[in-house]
């Protein structure tokens, strides 16, 4: 565990470690006790572990937001991950990191905030809790995801077509997808077999798999044998899946909002999928990511 360092921070419960870096406050590293890796490594075929998205999820079109009129610029995925947090609390289990508006993300997004972010490991199991507070004096429409990274497949020598997602319950309504970034309509057949998403290298040739509402609060990542993870999720409506064609990893990316579709051009407060938070109030959820073997 290293608590001086000011850009970096890991932390244990014994059974798993993790690390996470001031920048963009994102999981860098997730390692059970035998130093097995289970995190993505940021190599160049995708050069992040795992990115926090706020204050939009996808994007807008054209990269851009429009409120009362005036029109700003933010791209995909918004800011957050590409800005520093600021450390609250350090410990040997876990940590918390906030990022708060200034001149800056108002020049791209016109509205007061805090955006926490707490991470803690006990056993097995690493929770991320997410919370939004509007700081303004107006309603703040907002969106908040997760977007880590695992390793595709887990162990050496396993091949990726071994892999399958097991979700909770049956996920067969049809799917988004998305085009240049943009939603398209929920037009997709669902790949998924009852609860069974057969993992192929071709599956995300089209880009993400979209759940608008999944039934499931969990999904479980594994092949017949060897490790596996599960990844669990509470106050976030939507799920992504996606992979780079080609590239070793595959996220499981549970999300409040998603990219705009294609066809919308309005204010920003309508978009759809949208978090209106009342000044004064706060809105949370979280995900935990689970190791086995």
């Known amino acids: 565990m290293t608590l001086d360092n000011a850009d970096r921070h890991e932390f244990s419960s014994g059974d798993l470690s993790a690390s996470v870096t001031a920048q963009g406050a994102e999981l860098c590293a997730l390692n059970n006790a035998s130093g097995r890796p289970y995190l993505w490594g940021a190599e160049p075929a995708w050069p992040r572990h795992a990115p926090v998205l706020f204050p939009i999820v996808g994007r807008l079109r054209e990269d851009r937001l429009t409120h009362l009129g005036a029109r700003y610029q933010m791209t995909q995925h918004g800011f957050a991950r590409n800005r520093r947090f600021t450390w609250v609390e350090r410990s040997s289990n876990g940590c918390i990191l906030a990022l708060t508006d200034d001149a800056q993300t108002r020049a791209m997004y ?3 905030f805090t955006f926490e972010i707490r991470y803690e490991v006990s056993g097995d199991t690493l929770e991320t809790h997410y919370t939004v507070t509007n700081t303004g004096d107006e309603v703040l429409p907002a969106s908040m ?12 020598g396993v091949d990726k077509d071994a892999y ?7 996920e067969t309504a049809p799917l988004r997808g998305v085009v240049g970034g943009l939603l398209t309509a929920a037009d997709r057949p669902s790949p998924v077999n009852g609860r069974i998403l057969k993992l192929t290298a071709g ?3 089209a880009d993400a798999l ?10 479980r990542f594994a092949a017949a044998e060897g490790p596996a993870l599960t990844v669990a999720w509470e106050g976030f409506p939507q799920l992504g899946l996606w992979s780079r064609p080609g590239a070793d990893f595959l996220c499981i990316e549970p999300w409040c909002g998603m990219a705009s579709p294609a066809d919308f ?5 309508d978009k759809p999928w949208m978090m209106l938070i009342p000044p004064g109030e706060s809105r949370s959820a979280w995900f935990s990511v689970t190791v086995e073997g």
């Open 110 to 112: 016109p509205f007061g």
């Open 145 to 156: 995801g997760a977007h880590p990274a695992f390793r595709w497949p887990l162990a050496d």
């Open 164 to 170: 399958a997602l097991t979700f909770q319950s049956e």
């Open 203 to 205: 599956l995300f040739d």
């Open 210 to 219: 979209i759940l608008e509402a999944p039934a499931s609060r969990w999904v």
């Open 265 to 269: 051009a309005g204010d920003f407060v």
